[in-house]
């Protein structure tokens, strides 16, 4: 079995990442069981950030990495908050006051800019200085709800609304919610390259 180690300590994501490549044998293990130290996400894309976080992971385990920047872009914010979602809140930034703080923007917009989507990029390197590393990305359209619903998924997945399921995407069993997300369809493509 090959060993892939997943630059992140986020537990939901590895889970969801564990799940995703079991079946093609293929073991995905958290940076924080080798005591790497998180990158400094020092890019403006989803892409750079991406690159850094699995070179980062690489070079402290010597294993091929597995990284992923993903967030949400929001039309009526210019696409804010974008590559800062996960610290949208400042320091100290958790899931509820990113929540809320989103909330609070778009209290006052116009229904029709709450339209939003979540973007993954998800980025492969096979070693620290693989030049050439696999990049996949998937987008999710949505919108999103003043009102949280739902107590499945992460992030801003209670103020997601998905308009073809009726529902944000916190009320999303786990695998319906795989084949239809950002990262689902980044890691379909990833699935696809590694067969």
Not at 24 to 37: D, G, K, R, T, Y
Not at 149 to 176: I, M, N
Not at 181 to 195: D, T, V
């Amino acid at each position: 079995m090959e060993k892939i180690v997943l630059a992140s300590g986020n537990a939901k994501k590895l889970a969801e990442m564990q799940q995703l490549l079991a079946p093609l044998n293929i073991e995905v293990v958290a940076q924080s069981e080798f005591s790497v130290p998180e990158a400094d996400e020092t890019g403006t894309t989803f892409v750079e950030n991406a690159i850094i976080k699995a070179r980062n992971a690489s070079k402290y385990t010597g294993l091929p990495a597995i990284a992923d920047d993903s967030g949400i872009e929001v039309a009526a914010l210019k696409g804010a908050p974008g590559v800062y979602s996960a610290r949208f809140s400042g320091v100290g930034a958790t899931d509820a006051k990113n929540n809320a703080l989103l909330v609070e923007m778009l209290t006052d917009a116009p229904d029709v800019s709450r339209n939003a989507r979540y973007v993954a990029v998800i980025v492969l390197m096979r070693h620290e200085d693989d030049a050439t590393p696999l990049i996949c990305q998937g987008t999710w359209d949505g919108e999103i709800v003043l009102e949280p619903q739902g107590e499945q998924g992460f992030g801003y997945d209670p103020h997601f609304f998905v308009k073809e399921k009726h529902c944000t995407a916190a009320q999303l069993p786990a695998q319906e919610k795989n084949a239809l997300s950002h990262r689902g369809k980044a890691m379909a493509q990833l699935i696809q390259a590694l067969q």
